[in-house]
């Protein structure tokens, strides 16, 4: 039955009604499929099959996700003549693309190009818009509408109601479909080339990690078959962020997106099971590293003394030492320009050796009248003479034993690390006790991005077509040429905040971090509007600033919600538990953070309390809305309300004040609609 034609809340309510049945009909149509005679084998049956399975996925109905949230009406229909009297067109603009029996659109990707304007147009610039309309929904119903006519100069522009509730409603679940509340400033970043690397500086609330997921997801439709053959990435830094974060992608358009922690990307080598003091970790994390390693790699490679004989029938072919001299000086050549990347890695130079000792072999043989083909060339590289000669003088680097070694042999270490490291540094990452294998060791994490480092020394390390790189200031020097080691023929988009660096080798400036990461060409831009940090809260947070990132723009908050904030005196634990209490009679999520050591004992004060709480990742629902988060683990995420226990101890948790007072920074942004802060001990003097 169609809608009242005076009423325009029920039209729209209609054609989402259309809209779902459409999208239902589509993957009706591809679950129908019948491919048992279009496959000419049963590998591409497979593969159909498996496109197949995907499709109907991608076509899923995600009934708590709006399948459209605004509207377009265009002045002129896009890319025709724009003269007087042409008809304009009207754009749904959604999640995903979805078309009715005809083919005729229902529904506009939001990434597609026709939908740019519902993020850029403005009073000033209308981008030929006439009406752009948002939509509100509660749960998966449509409830609200708001209009916004931007080519009428008599209309005044207007804060957005819809887009502030959006931004402002509680968080029960995992992270919300966020498409609808991209900024322009952000759609920029977001749409910017797949060929350039884009380093965005933000602080807390400024839709840092929004704009990398939107921005990989428009790079998967926009580069489809390119990102299809090369891959795609996004790191983070805990499991935690991981699982927070996962169901946007899917709510994006997108499903197959591999998500991975630097530990992950380096893990394959080593079981990692110790840690290092922080000392230790800074010069094992220290660029200058990558020196050490290449060095006593390269070291392996000793210069001939002997000639090779080849013995073919009954003639025999010398190689003199000066020749092999000369090979090996070449291929030593090709591999010391390993920071510019078009040379050979240390395998691929020894597996070249001997066709380059068998090249010199068939050129003796040529002078001496023969015609060898490729194939005797290839019988005199396997020869057992040239075998020995290349074993002795290029033997194979196991990278795992050679990083034992450094860190084991002190003599071994020094040579290598001579005019690199100083004494001290040398005496800081050796290990004080023996090892007696690979296997037996008790590996840190920063010891298997040194193995990482090594085995690219060794065997070039497999790029992606794009890196998605959050959290990004926490890495350090050596981790950064991790992550740039798997998008060297790729681009990456690094995501991050100086003033929330909160480990002791955390970055400095983001051009240092792009010259780490092999992008000394990117783009920084700066976010300094703030959309969900409550203006009070991230007035009081930014305090720190002075102290922990001197200079940074701090962030201002275009909330017209000031939120709620209360610092308070409190006699222990039960009063804690009691603030926590208070802010969960409101609707939504609660997160209670505080110093790691401090995590049992509130546990225990929840519990004789009666009150259930999540762990980070968790997610919430209706009945348990309270999650007890260590302040190590509380970046990235983001909860309603917040309780911040014991302000001082969480700075006290770190190596360095400089590293705690980052850490409380963290901690004081979390918080999207109100933070009580409760403390014992005086507050850090830095938040006078």
Known sequence: MSAPVDDPLARERSHLSESRSALRAMREDVESLDISDVTANWVNAEVLARQIEERIKALADLSDTPLFFGRLDYLHAPGADQAEGAEGERFYIGRRHVHDHDGDPMVIDWRAPVSQPFYRASKKDPMDIALRRRFGYTGGDLTAYEDEHLSDPAEAATTSKL?????????????????????????????????????VQGGPGTGKTAVGLHRVAYLLYAH??????????????????????????????????RQATVDDLVAGNVEVRGTDEAATAIVKGDARMAEVLRRAVRAHVSMPTEPVVVVRGSRRWRVSAYELEEIVRELLSNTSRYRDGRDFRYGAAREALPQRIAHAVLVQMERSGEAPDDRVQDAVARNSAVKAAVKEIWPPVDPAKLVLRLLTDADFLAVHAEGVLSADEQKTILWAKPVRSVKSAK??????????????????????????????????????????RRCTTGSATVLGDLAQGTTPWATRSWDEALAHLGKTDGVIEELTAGFRVPTDVITYASRLLPHIAPGLTPVASVR???????????????????????????????GLIAADARIPELSEALASAGITHLSPGEETTRDTRLTLVPASLAKGLEYDYVVLDEPQAVVDGEPDERTGLRRLYVTLTRAVSGLIVTHTAPLPWQLA
Do not use: K
Request: glycine fraction near 8%; include cysteine.
């Open 163 to 199: 887009l502030q509730q959006e931004i402002e409603r509680p968080r029960v679940g995992p992270m919300r479909d966020i498409v609808a509340t991209i900024q322009p400033e952000q759609d920029e970043i977001v749409r910017s080339g797949l060929s350039g690397t884009v380093c």
């Open 224 to 257: 489809r078959e390119r990102l299809a053959r090369t891959g795609t990435l996004v790191i983070g830094p805990n499991r935690s962020f991981l699982h927070y974060i996962e169901q946007v992608l899917p709510a994006l358009g997108e499903l197959a997106v």
């Open 443 to 484: 590996w840190s994490a920063a010891d298997a991005v040194l193995i990482d480092e090594t085995t690219d020394l060794v065997r070039r390390t497999h790029s992606l077509g794009h890196v998605v790189l959050d959290e990004a200031q926490d890495l350090s020097p050596m981790q950064y040429r991790a992550v740039g």
């Open 560 to 590: 017209e919600n000031p939120g709620f904030f209360e610092v308070r005196t409190v006699a222990g634990p039960a009063e804690v538990v009691a603030a926590c209490g208070e802010l969960l009679r409101n609707e939504g999520s609660t």
